[in-house]
């Protein structure tokens, strides 16, 4: 399946910064999704959004699903060293439940 | 919340055997189960749809002769590699479909054909 364009491919960054992300796509999805894996692991649920235009927190983490419905973004606030990981963008069409296309991943070194 | 088991975790086999790789839901049952695979540096990719009950599909260029799969029950998807090959070494990982609301995933499998 077709990947979703995710970016920045990796971001090294202090303790305390912020960390922002984002997906496009060509097509349109119902629902954006946004996971993190740990090396070996499988991937985590961070956050679900269902709506255009909606914007969503969990914790320190903020993510809006775009008013196009291509695009969506990720923010982590106040970056600390467990933050460390791969974040995935995950797209769902309405047609095609559970089926998911995932972004290529962002790389996210927090430096004490 | 919802549990996706995955075993093993890890497995080595020689190349030209036959590797079986087991998802299970553990407090739900899962209509349908969804099969991954990722190369190193690399993304999930979908490989195919697993439904109880009835054959899975498979997603473009996935040979489905090579990659058996089976959900016999709603807490049980299988996925055997067939004569597997070096090329086949990757992480696999299932993800399980709880009331067509929520996703849960594995904690995946490295498969490693030497």
């Known amino acids: 399946g077709q990947q979703l364009n995710q970016s920045p491919q990796s971001m090294f960054i202090q303790e305390g910064e912020d960390v922002s992300m984002n997906c496009t796509s060509s097509?349109?999805?119902?629902?954006w999704l946004w996971y993190k894996q740990d090396p070996g692991e499988g991937p985590v649920l961070l956050i679900a959004?269902?709506?255009?235009?909606e914007l969503t927190s969990n914790g320190r983490l903020t993510a809006q699903f775009g008013i196009t419905r291509k695009d969506s973004f990720l923010n982590i606030s106040a970056s600390i060293p467990s933050d460390v990981g791969i974040y995935f963008c995950?797209?769902?069409?309405?047609?095609?439940?559970?089926?998911?296309?995932f972004g290529a991943g962002t790389q996210v070194v927090v430096t004490p | 919340g919802a549990v996706v088991s995955q075993h093993p975790s890890r497995v080595i086999c020689k190349s030209g055997t036959s590797v079986k790789i087991e998802c299970r839901s553990l407090?739900?049952?899962?209509?349908?189960m969804f099969w991954y695979r990722q190369f190193p540096k690399q993304s999930l990719m979908l490989m195919a749809t697993?439904?109880?009950?009835?054959?899975?599909?498979?997603e473009q260029g996935v040979e489905k002769d090579k990659f058996l799969i089976n959900h016999a029950s709603l807490t049980l998807s299988t996925l055997t590699v067939t004569s597997a090959h070096p090329e086949d070494s990757s992480f696999y990982i299932c993800?399980?479909?709880?009331?067509?609301?929520?996703?849960?995933f594995g904690s995946g499998t490295q498969l490693s054909v030497l």
């Open positions: 993800s399980a479909s709880y009331q067509f609301e929520k996703l849960f």
């Open positions: 097509s349109i999805f119902n629902t």
């Open positions: 959004l269902y709506k255009a235009g």
């Open positions: 995950a797209g769902q069409r309405s047609d095609s439940w559970g089926k998911l296309q």
């Open positions: 407090d739900f049952q899962a209509t349908t």
């Open positions: 697993s439904n109880e009950g009835s054959k899975a599909t498979y």
